[in-house]
């Protein structure tokens, strides 16, 4: 049985705008309207929502997505390239907020053991000039 976009987005767990989002970057199909009454979507788009939010979970962004779904079930090889490719961004996102975190916990701690009160150390860490930047 058919779904209005109403009930689509209940049974899909998400909201009416979302669908319209996904259908403007075309990740979704919009049906054609009948001269009279609403559009009507087949029980098929609610596991490509699903699918689409499964993915978003997983770190792949909506143009990833769509790739994905052109891709579909015969062609695993792309899509475990897209994948490796995937992971590889993000281990390389995971070394740069390791890089990150360790110079924001040293600075807290420059906070911690210098407790000032006429100058806060972080502040002033944040507004030297980085000591090796070679200047033309």
């Known amino acids: 049985m058919p779904l209005t976009i109403g009930k689509l987005a209940k049974q899909a767990g998400v909201t009416i705008e979302t669908i319209r989002y996904y259908q ?9 309207k009948p001269e009279t009454g609403y559009r009507q979507y087949p029980k098929q788009a609610i596991s490509r929502i699903r699918f689409i939010k ?5 770190g792949f962004t909506l143009k990833e997505i769509l790739e994905l ?8 090889q ?4 897209l994948a490796t490719a995937k992971l590889s961004q993000i281990d390389s996102q995971i070394q740069n907020l390791t890089r990150l975190r360790k110079v924001l916990q040293e600075l807290v701690n420059g906070c911690a053991s210098n407790k000032s009160v006429a100058r806060c150390s972080l502040i002033d860490s944040l507004s030297q000039e980085p000591k090796n930047t070679i200047h033309s």
């Open 24 to 32: 403007r970057k075309g990740l979704l199909e919009q049906p054609r």
């Open 54 to 58: 499964r993915a978003q979970q997983t």
């Open 69 to 76: 779904l052109t891709l579909e079930s015969d062609h695993c």
């Open 78 to 81: 792309d899509v475990q390239e």
